[in-house]
């Protein structure tokens, strides 16, 4: 029986003067591998895969500026408060991605790349939600690597407890202290839902942005409850009413997922008969695979 989950004892390492960073790598495979998930289902649906591929390179960087301001704004006295360090804001390498951001910018960046390659943003929506969930899967590693983002202190009895070094221990907790490992919970809460998605997607042909919904209510739903599981950086958490602002969004987002879910079900019961901004008007342009209708 395993009696508890250690965690790695570096999170960098040098190749000469590059140091590789196993959050930034964990970003990087994450994005590279919902990339791949999304071509496939955009070539599924009838649409060129490198379509998304030119949209990423909108949503993208989009996505990691937008998660880095939410960060900063939720979490300022890390680096504008008393003893915080100002600088430290732009080491987006060193960890502090707000997943609400990036979703939120990426949305934008997607939107203008969407635009660019004259397909519609809501079905790039559908294609690549199952791959945001895999991406924050695997991203959740950096924060295992680096030691952040864990949970309330458990009893040594419990064969899942995470050990924190020293050096990365909260104040007031002794040496040998075990936690909830949220990065693990919500790991496999996100592979889990992204199985979901692809199941649902393919039993009631969702389309219209009704896979990108009920990936939001996937994500926040389990989000809610590891968030209240965690214990970290509570003295500069930005909290409302007692609960960490992340709860609050969560609760938020899952409620205006679920309104969006109904609402564009009942107006489009169906999927989109193209990919398309405008409709395809020649034969050629249907052989390419871009009018669903057939």
């Known amino acids: 029986m395993i009696a508890s989950i250690p965690s790695p004892s570096q999170g960098v390492w040098n190749l000469g003067p590059l140091p590789i960073r196993a959050y930034a790598l964990a970003i990087l ?19 060129n895969p490198d379509t998304i591929v030119e949209i990423s390179f909108w949503a993208v960087p989009f996505g990691i500026v937008g998660g880095r301001i939410y960060h900063l704004i939720t979490s300022p006295e890390q680096y504008f408060g008393e003893g915080g360090h100002p600088w430290h804001a732009l080491k987006i390498w060193e960890g502090g991605l707000g997943i609400w951001g990036a979703i939120a910018f990426g949305a934008v960046g997607a939107w203008i790349g969407a635009r660019r390659q004259g397909v519609k943003l809501a079905p790039f929506a559908d294609a690549v939600a199952p791959g945001l969930l895999v991406a924050q899967a695997i991203g959740r590693l950096g924060n295992w690597f680096n030691q952040e983002l864990f949970g309330a202190a458990v009893s040594k009895n419990l064969p899942w407890g995470l050990e924190i070094d020293d050096k990365h221990l909260p104040d007031g907790y002794p040496s040998g202290t075990l936690f909830h490992p949220t990065f693990l919970y919500e790991l496999l809460w996100n592979l889990g839902g992204a199985a979901v998605l692809v199941w649902a997607d393919r039993k009631f042909k969702l389309g219209y942005g009704r896979v990108f919904w009920l990936y939001v209510m996937i994500y926040t739903s389990g989000r809610f409850w590891i968030e209240m599981l965690r214990i970290d950086d509570q003295s500069t958490t930005f909290h409302l009413l007692g609960l960490r602002i992340n709860v609050w969004v969560s609760i938020v987002a899952f ?10 079900g009942r107006r489009h019961p169906g999927r989109e008969t193209t990919l398309l901004l405008e409709p395809p008007t020649t034969q050629e342009d249907e052989d390419e695979g871009v009018d669903l209708s057939r």
């Open 29 to 47: 495979v994450g994005i590279v591998v919902a990339v791949f998930i999304a071509r496939r289902r955009w070539a599924a649906r009838g649409g």
């Open 255 to 264: 409620v205006g997922a679920l309104v969006a879910f109904v609402l564009v």
